[in-house]
């Protein structure tokens, strides 16, 4: 069943996917690999749903089965990253107060990731956007934020650029590297940096789920440095 389901995975038809990978759950409930081939596939239905409350039933869904993948391998490396990728994709549509919960555990995540393996490319990316996320807020939200939910943990978007960086060192053929590394330069004024790295990342093909998102918010970056 899992043969059948990584081809479908591979094409991104996550609906189809999981009607194999989810009998195959049930056969194996503790297949580590196998959740989060599962949490991926919810990730993806996410990002093709149209209601905010969707995206979160199955942001949720995704969340539930990378975090018990998480608890079965605390020394695998894809399998701490997975609740991160999960929590963040879930962030735009959380309540202030979930955001601030959960910006602890995206970077807690990340830092357990690269302490097993210092060459998840995936793992500094997630963990450069976090700090360029955070860095980003206004310093009277965070404040506010601090005095209504707890504060918000230390970030700088110099400290992302660092992440991307590395990023795009160990793997240099993904696109959404270039292009989140060119928004961290938009947000530290560096705008030549910043065109040079939109410019490379649209210029590259899609390759992933997310890469048609990433260079749509690419575009609109590059039409406003002008």
């Known amino acids: 069943m899992i043969a059948k389901g990584d081809p479908l995975d591979q094409k991104m038809e996550a609906a189809e996917a999981l009607k194999y990978y989810l009998p195959a759950l049930k056969q194996d409930p503790n297949d580590v690999a196998l959740l989060d081939r599962i949490a991926r596939q919810y ?105 209504l939910f707890g504060k918000l943990p230390e970030a700088s978007n110099a400290e992302a650029e660092k992440c991307l960086l590395k990023a795009i060192a160990i793997n240099p053929h993904r696109a959404i590297h270039f292009i989140e590394l060119g928004h961290i330069y938009v947000e530290m004024g560096r705008k030549e940096e910043a065109r040079k790295y939109l410019e490379k990342g649209l210029s590259m093909p899609n390759q992933e789920k997310d890469d048609n998102d990433a260079k749509e918010v690419g575009r609109e970056l590059l039409a406003k440095l002008g």
């Open 43 to 147: 990730r993806h239905l996410m990002a093709d749903a149209p209601a905010k409350e969707e995206k979160l039933r199955l942001g949720h869904l995704s969340l539930d089965y990378a975090k018990r993948g998480a608890e079965l391998a605390p020394n695998n490396s894809e399998a701490q990253l997975s609740p991160a990728i999960s929590y963040g994709k879930m962030l735009p549509y959380m309540s202030s107060s979930d955001q601030v919960e959960a910006a602890p555990r995206i970077k807690a995540a990340c830092e357990r990731s690269l302490e097993l393996d210092s060459k998840n490319d995936n793992a500094w990316h997630i963990l450069g956007r976090w700090n360029r996320s955070i860095a980003d807020i206004p310093a009277v939200k965070k404040l506010l934020a601090s005095v």
